[in-house]
């Protein structure tokens, strides 16, 4: 039986085989946990020099409304690292997703299981308890950037039709598909990759889009906290991706329906 076969390319066996070869080390999933909250920091100081130039009197908080069109820069250097990643261990970027013909009702099925049961509650109930920690109230007043956003109608167009398809999918792909499974494998101990991965995905969205705020960044930081744990405990047991992006492609859908004005 091929090790590389969709199903079993993302198998402890099979990465256990390619560290024993010397294909798979530390380097990628260290870099990819912390690859996403550093290229969205770079994509939006970009936005932000791009107001500068302009003459915006509040470039930085201008490029904050763009993160669901910027936020593709960060998919296409993810999606580039993960290719340079896989191809080293001789596996294809489509082997992180576990894809299979034969469960995919199945997936399709559990996706929006997740969405419509574990989006709401856990995120819902973060974000509570976030507001309570850090701002002292249920219904903080928080700065604009996130919320209330204004965009031209391509943007728009490109924010509610385009971004969160690709968006979703790397982001699952690059925590969950490679980081995930690889560092189970390099620490032998689940907990610790769990909390290595779940911390590094709560991070990220500390910086899309990126505020000086320090009350700010750690509400966002703890609404995701939960979230970003919990699924990878369900994915270590699935092994399979598309379940989570298709509760994934459901939850940014309606962030981008809630957050533009």
Known sequence: MRLNTPQLANS??????????????????????????????????????VFFVQRHPSPGTAAAAWW???????????????????????????????????TLITDVLLGVGLFVVLFPVIVAGGSLVASLLVYGTSRPDLPPGVFGRSLPRWGVLYSRLIWW??????????????????????????????????SGWALQHCFLPFAVDERQLLFRFLIFLPLVIVMPILYLRLRRLLPFVIAHWGMDFLLTLMTIA
């Open 12 to 49: 402890q066996e099979a990465l256990r085989h390619r560290l024993s070869e010397g294909r798979l080390g530390w380097a990628g999933p260290v870099l990819m946990v912390l690859a996403r909250s550093v290229l969205a920091l770079a994509a939006h100081g970009l936005v932000t020099v």
């Open 68 to 102: 669901t069109v910027y936020g593709t820069l960060v998919d296409i250097g993810c999606l580039a690292l993960l290719f340079r990643f896989t191809r080293r261990e001789g596996i294809r970027l489509r082997d992180l997703v576990g894809f299979s013909r034969n």
């Open 165 to 198: 398809v690709i968006w979703s999918f790397t982001e699952e792909m690059t925590y969950q598909g490679y980081a995930l499974p690889r560092l189970q494998v390099l620490t032998g101990r689940t907990w610790l990759a769990i909390l290595l991965v779940g």
